[in-house]
């Protein structure tokens, strides 16, 4: 046992190092005393701008599918405080030194560690932009999903939320009230099935005008219990669930077993962005003029995570838990704060 013990501690302090260099990144004050291993650690961190990745555009039919029932099924194990922090921190450590390496977190386990502190209540009106689904990386075609914490640069994949046909339609909709036939986009996905070119919605591709009716029936009724409740987390609201169930047939069986709360990402500035999942929700909160929305960060850019390390002088997973619980503090208007820019 002591062995075990000493083992850790030689482990622990082999990482602290490179945990404060690297958080420190190119602007460390010359007189700042760092020994070998820091200045290491340091060279390594301030290499980032060969090595950077630049996410690219993904045509619709290049999408891949993905499976997230394994990570599902191992999150009580790998998400738990005995696994997940160690695995953590070595992986932010391992994409901010090279952000190519491949250095997943399942977004799944790092939901089960950080608990509470990745749900946030936001003004959905502060919440202008949004992160592609699928993204083109050298590796391939990469679903943004994948890892709860990235290193690549954004920019060509960080979209205006209102350039999402689903984001158009529900504000149409709304402005439209119960008559949705009356709406430009009920006439415009009518005129689709008709020349041929259905598209897909929630899933079910909408190939006749009774899909369509049924898809806007849907779509109707959300907008008539968010008016009533707003958005009620996901876990708490079996109005929710039974609103599933009378439109079964227009969400596919796939799409409603993985449904959670709205997705937000948090950027290499400490901003909040839309980020999988919740696109009719958010959109359906910003024509309502609702107050505020239950969100779920499901990513973190590295670098932003750096800063609450060098701000803290914590390991990653404190750093991250720190700042988030800062995020919930300021409540709704959390999404313009940039919590923790430094």
């Known amino acids: 046992m002591t062995s075990v013990r000493k083992a850790s ?17 190119s602007r460390v004050p010359s007189d700042v005393r760092m020994n070998f291993h820091e200045r290491h650690a340091l060279t390594l961190a301030g290499a980032d701008s060969d090595t950077t990745i630049r996410y690219g555009a993904v045509l619709p039919q290049e999408r891949v599918k993905t499976n997230r029932l394994p990570a599902l ?14 695995r953590f921190n070595r992986a932010v450590d391992a994409l901010l ?13 790092a939901v089960w560690y950080f608990g509470p502190a990745v749900h946030l209540e936001v003004d959905p009106a502060h919440l202008t932009l949004r992160l592609a689904d699928y993204v083109r990386s050298p590796d391939g075609i990469r679903w ?8 690549a640069d954004w920019s060509d994949v960080i979209l205006p939320l209102t350039s999402a046909p689903v984001h158009r339609e529900m504000a149409d909709l709304v402005a439209a009230g119960s008559e949705f036939r009356d709406s430009h986009s009920y006439q415009r996905l009518v005129r689709g099935v008709r020349a041929g070119r259905p598209i897909k919605r929630n899933g079910v591709q909408l190939k006749s005008v009774d899909d369509v009716e049924a898809y806007f029936r849907y779509c109707r009724d959300l907008i008539k219990s968010m008016r ?28 409603d077993a993985a449904e959670r709360d709205i997705g937000v990402a948090i950027t290499e500035d400490g901003k909040l962005i839309r980020h999988l999942g919740g696109k009719h929700r958010t959109a359906v909160a910003q024509a309502l003029g ?6 779920e960060v499901r990513l973190v850019h590295v670098r932003w995570i750096a800063r609450q390390m060098a701000r803290t002088g914590q390991p990653a997973d404190r ?12 409540g709704p208007e959390a999404s313009r704060l940039e919590p923790g820019r430094v």
């Open 9 to 25: 501690r030689v482990e622990g302090s082999c990482e602290r190092p490179v945990l404060r260099a690297q958080a420190l990144g």
């Open 73 to 86: 099924l191992t999150a009580p194990v790998c998400g738990s405080r005995f696994l997940f922090p160690r």
């Open 97 to 109: 030194a090279d952000p190519r390496s491949a250095q997943d977190v399942a977004p799944e386990h």
């Open 144 to 151: 943004a999903g994948a890892s709860f914490i990235d290193a």
């Open 228 to 255: 009533k409740r707003g958005v009620v987390r996901h876990r708490e609201y079996g109005g929710f669930h039974r609103l599933r169930i009378k439109h079964r047939n227009t969400r596919s069986p796939a799409l």
């Open 290 to 295: 609702l107050p505020a929305i239950p969100v």
């Open 319 to 330: 750093a991250l838990r720190e700042a988030l619980r800062g995020l919930m503090t300021a």
